[in-house]
């Protein structure tokens, strides 16, 4: 073999090993991504039960007693005046016509809540006994005179559930989209809801104009839209004076039944001289 030849082969040779052995470039590493917080899924808000207003009480059934001819007189002072007259003892006892005339009385429930929504423990107290001592009234034996006694329950009932929200109106008005009193009187718990100062006393300044606008307002109302208030004394006028008398609105007004009374009566006179 010619020189040239060997040479050529060992280049060859010598090119291909060193191909061979030439290093591998790799790629270039991937540093790990940092794990990605995953905000947790929004729970939802918890919301107050919804309430529903008292329902009527349910009149108990009662059977009248039949007309018996036996006259009695009668002459008791029923409220401010003095009742005298006549009945019938054999439907009626004197007793059971004084339990009757208690129902007449609007002096059950009573108002406990002071003007910065809290509830007066004695108050409560005499709701509860007014409550047991309708139940327990022995009155006359006539159905009219028993739907009475369920109306004057259930307007009790009611008026604990006005001064029970009005408590919430002061203390906790978040709670106020459960009370049985929002859909009429919305406005005014959103107002007290408000997150913002100034939205309490935009809602505020919504009641203080009406109230200012009414034939023989008082003249505070127009005095204080004059000068303005701070959140925390229009959430007090929203509270006590704005949702107490909306939610009151909602509750129906036991009619005057001093007639109807007068007519378990043969003869009555009903004198009311010595308060004039």
């Given at each position: 073999?010619?020189?040239?030849?060997?040479?050529?082969?060992?280049?060859?040779?010598?090119?291909?090993?060193?191909?061979?052995?030439?290093?591998?470039?790799?790629?270039?590493?991937?540093?790990?991504?940092?794990?990605?917080?995953?905000?947790?899924?929004?729970?939802?808000?918890?919301?107050?039960?919804?309430?529903?207003?008292?329902?009527?009480?349910?009149?108990?059934?009662?059977?009248?007693?039949?007309?018996?001819?036996?006259?009695?007189?009668?002459?008791?002072?029923v409220g401010d005046c003095e009742l005298r007259g006549t009945y019938d003892a054999g439907r009626y006892t004197e007793a059971e016509l004084l339990a009757t005339a208690e129902l007449l009385d609007g002096s059950f429930g009573g108002f406990y809540v002071n003007s910065s929504g809290i509830p007066d423990p004695a108050m409560a107290a005499k709701q509860a006994a007014d409550l047991a001592h309708l139940?327990?009234?022995?009155?006359?034996?006539?159905?009219?005179?028993?739907q009475r006694r369920a109306d004057v329950i259930t307007w009790v009932k009611r008026h604990q559930q006005l001064e029970?929200?009005?408590?919430?109106?002061?203390?906790?008005?978040?709670?106020?989209a459960a009370s049985p009193f929002y859909g009429a009187c919305r406005d005014l718990a959103d107002g007290l809801m408000s997150k913002t100062p100034d939205g309490v006393v935009a809602a505020w300044r919504v009641l203080a104009t009406a109230e200012a606008a009414r034939p023989g307002a008082a003249p505070s109302w127009a005095e204080k839209l004059a000068s303005g208030v701070d959140a925390e004394a229009a959430r007090a006028d929203l509270a006590g004076y704005g949702w107490n008398n909306c939610a009151n609105l909602q509750i129906q007004e036991l009619p005057d039944a001093t007639e109807k009374f007068f007519d378990l009566f043969i003869t009555h006179k009903y004198d009311c001289s010595a308060n004039e």
């Open positions: 073999m010619a020189r040239s030849e060997i040479v050529w082969i060992i280049s060859v040779g010598i090119s291909a090993a060193a191909a061979c052995k030439a290093p591998v470039e790799k790629p270039p590493a991937v540093e790990a991504s940092a794990p990605v917080a995953v905000a947790p899924a929004p729970q939802p808000t918890a919301q107050p039960s919804a309430q529903v207003l008292a329902p009527a009480e349910p009149a108990r059934s009662v059977t009248p007693r039949a007309a018996s001819g036996t006259v009695a007189k009668f002459s008791k002072q139940n327990g009234l022995l009155i006359v034996a006539e159905p009219a005179w028993e029970q929200s009005v408590v919430t109106a002061h203390q906790n008005p978040a709670q106020l």
